[in-house]
């Protein structure tokens, strides 16, 4: 089973969490066209490699955070605060 | 050759030395009239039906691995057509009147078997849900029968009917068109048929990069065993979509998914219709080698790893020996996962790509094998034609602009 480092309790299994996806996206302007909404709401990455996603330790602490994960070997290669700037992973 | 019982004979008669390979293995030619990317059943069915359906047989299927060793052979081998919108009902249902009509169309038999799906209701909510979700099916002319809970004893005795199961069936509904096929016979069917037709299949050749002409215009593509040109090209690579289509510059609105399943020993015959338990994420079937074949929900968190998470197969282990308790002492054979392309409506995206001349078939997600047939037609259509077939008008990338989205998520009998 995969296990994550949560910031607050420690390393938990995978079971415990919950992913949220890709972090890092940026809510366009209320005046925005249809096509930049649809690429915010929809439109994704989805890197064979390194992804930037935000998970929520739902049956812990309830706090999110965000991990650099890679989607092939599931190796995790950094954990970092919701407001911190994206790890040079990627 | 024909496939046919005298050929048996006559095999039987010369020590089986009659059989040839159901498929050349050509080398690539520089140029051809289509290149279709991806193996798998949606690929090859798309290079059958551009070769019989449009005469189109200048066309090039190129396969990373081997065919049909995605998606193709990892499902769970269940075809069905009980979606909830009309556009999705159109759809599936083509493709399951295809499967009833395949093993004679391509000579060879696909194995299927229409033993039903039988889905059940564990709550109140769960009979008004189904009671909803048949009705819909009927008014788009599909079969759909709901069963009471004695009906469902009867379809699947070893299910645990007793008053205090844990996961209690009140009900249910059916429909008995649905069943199963052999996965790897609808691969290789279609890859006989294409083959006979002139469509070259070629493994081992990983498509590297397109080739970009005038006007942004796709010229080709670069693979592991060189440069091959073709003016039009389709993409059909399920969880591996984005990659391909980061190669070509565009993004699509897919996350890949492990999806799992696992079979048992083989055992006598103990279940012979489909059963389907979306409250608690498990489906079984039996296989016609007698393997209990158990499938999953998804891994919930993005994977291109095609083995899948111990907590999830756990869960779906605990919900099947909930269903069915007579399975505690089966051993696990194998278990395995597949990459799927989930969309955030659960319904496919089979047309035209930004890149003019490239076009996709993806968005399947946790449902592709009972489309394939459909799939392949309706890419055919569009690459042959330039056009869109009138069954996939509604699943175009642009209602991810638009926001008409066909959401299919309840009816894909899978947690999403």
Known sequence: MMQLKCPWCGLRDE????????????????????????????????????????????YGCGQWFNVARHTVTHEVLSVYAMTDAPPAHS | MKYSALALLRGALSAHRNWVPAWRSPEPKPTYDVVIVGGGGHGLAAAYYLARNHGVRNVALLERGWIGGGNTGRNTTIVRSNYLFPESARLYDFALKCYEGLSRELNFNIMLSQRGI???????HDLDSMARWANAMRMNGIDAQ????????????????????????????????????????????????????????????????????????????????????????????????????????????????????????????????????????????????????????????????????????????????????????????????????????????????????????????????????????????????GRNHELAEPFQ?????TGRLIDEAAAAGIAH
């Not at chain 1, 969490?17 to 649809?38: E, K, M, N, Y």
């Not at chain 2, 469509?199 to 005038?214: M, P, R």
């Not at chain 2, 078939?361 to 094998?369: A, E, L, R, S």
């Not at chain 2, 990338?397 to 602009?401: C, G, T």
């Open chain 2, 118 to 124: 039988v889905m059940l209701a564990h709550s109140r």
């Open chain 1, 15 to 58: 079971s415990e969490f919950v992913c949220g996806g890709t972090t890092h996206l940026i809510r366009p302007d209320l005046s925005a066209s249809d096509a930049i909404w649809g690429e915010y709401l929809f439109f994704r990455d989805n890197p064979k490699g390194v992804h930037l996603e935000r998970w929520r330790h739902a």
């Open chain 2, 146 to 385: 709901i069963l009471t809970r004695d009906e469902v004893a009867a379809r699947a005795p070893l299910l645990d009917m007793s008053p205090d199961a844990r996961f209690p069936v009140l009900g249910g509904f059916t429909q008995r068109r649905a069943g199963t096929a052999r996965h790897d016979a609808v691969a290789w069917g279609y890859a006989r048929a294409a083959d006979a037709l002139g469509v070259d299949i070629i493994q081992n050749c990983e498509v590297t990069g397109f080739l970009s002409g005038a006007g942004g215009r796709v010229v080709g593509v670069e693979t592991s065993r060189g440069r091959i040109r073709a003016e039009r090209i389709g993409i059909a690579a399920a969880g591996h979509s984005s990659v391909l289509a980061k190669l070509a510059g565009f993004r699509l609105p897919v996350v890949s998914y492990a999806l799992q399943a696992m079979v048992t020993e083989p055992l006598k015959p103990a279940l012979d219709t489909v059963v389907s338990s979306p409250g608690t994420g498990a489906y079984v079937s039996q296989s016609d080698k007698g393997e209990m074949v158990i499938g999953a929900g998804l891994d919930l968190f993005p994977s291109y790893a095609q083995r899948g998470s111990f907590a999830v197969l756990q869960g779906v282990i605990a919900a099947t020996l909930a269903l069915f308790p007579s399975f505690s002492r089966l051993r696990m054979l194998r278990q395995w996962a597949g990459i799927v392309d989930v969309v955030h409506d659960s319904s496919p995206i089979i047309g035209p790509t930004p890149v003019p001349g490239l076009y996709i078939n993806c968005g399947w997600g946790t449902g592709g094998f009972k489309a394939i047939p459909a799939g392949g037609w309706t890419l055919a259509h569009v690459l042959a034609t």
């Open chain 2, 397 to 401: 990338l642009e209602r991810f602009v």
